[in-house]
């Protein structure tokens, strides 16, 4: 049986025609799409998308910068559905020009934390430009299950983020000339964390037109990473659904 790549990180919702986007991507082999939720109405949405289709599957979470507190006992309710694999997207956003203050970023992912290692899911987690606090908070919660998602830092970073288990999961991004450090990374970590995402609408991959990104081309992703680590692409589709299940384990 060919293995499929699984886009492990999308936005479905925010889309012009997510029902499409799932169709285009089923064609091109992209299944299962595990679409992000931003609050606990977002992740209402995405699990009505989720319901619609066999292949799409949700995460319930709290975006850093999202207004207010987590509605954890909201979350946690919508976590209790079987299309839920992910406590996500969470995470620390030290760089975006409307984030909510630091230490408020802080606590709220604590509880996010604690809400999947409660609930047994793993976290999809949003890092930009707070890489320290992140490994902080994570060393806190031992146990806790998670892919760093839209990998764009180091080697050194992916050291520190690896031995605490974690996954790395590498969008378009990689294939910009520019990004050379994420191909490195991609090129040196090892086989059994590796995953795969879109991020769409965002994450473009290098020579896509100007717009939305769909999980359809993470075809483009797989046959960047594929190239830089010597293996062919239905290779890197084997190894790549293999860990997405066996860090998202409610995917059927």
């Known amino acids: 049986m060919t293995a499929n790549l699984v886009d492990t990180h999308c936005h479905l919702d925010v889309l012009a025609d ?58 946690r309710d919508l976590a209790g559905d ?22 408020a970023q802080v606590a709220r992912l604590h509880s996010l934390c ?11 987690i949003h890092n930009r ?8 908070v994570l060393r806190a919660h031992p146990g806790v299950r998670a892919v760093m998602h839209y990998w764009s ?10 031995d605490l288990g974690l996954y790395l999961s590498f969008s378009g991004l990689a294939t910009r000339a520019s990004r050379e450090a994420v191909r490195d ?21 290098r020579g896509r ?12 992703v797989a046959e960047l990473i594929a190239a830089v680590r010597g293996v062919t692409v239905a290779e890197l589709a084997e190894l790549e659904e293999r860990n997405a299940r066996a860090l998202f384990t409610r995917l059927t």
Do not use: Y
Not at 86 to 94: I, K, P, Q, R, S
Not at 114 to 124: H, M, Y
Not at 185 to 205: C, H, I, N, Q, Y
Not at 209 to 220: M, T
């Open 18 to 75: 997510p029902d499409a986007a799932v169709a285009d991507a089923a064609a091109a082999g992209v299944t299962p799409l595990i679409c992000m939720g931003l609050d606990a109405g977002s992740t209402r949405g995405v699990l009505e998308l989720a319901h619609r289709h066999q292949g799409v599957f949700a995460g319930a979470g709290h975006h850093p910068t999202s207004d207010g507190e987590p509605d954890i006992p909201a979350l």
């Open 82 to 103: 079987p299309k839920v694999v992910a406590v996500g997207e969470v995470g620390l956003d030290f760089g975006h020009p409307d984030r909510p203050p630091a230490d």
């Open 114 to 124: 604690e809400l999947a290692i409660e609930l047994d899911l793993p976290l999809s």
């Open 129 to 136: 430009e707070a890489e320290a606090e992140l490994l902080e």
């Open 153 to 162: 830092l180091e080697w050194s970073w992916a050291e520190r983020f690896l």
């Open 185 to 205: 990374v991609a090129k040196r970590m090892p086989a059994d964390r590796l995953l795969l995402e879109t991020d769409s609408p965002f994450g473009m991959p």
């Open 209 to 220: 037109p100007n717009g939305q990104n769909q999980p359809a081309w993470l075809v483009d």
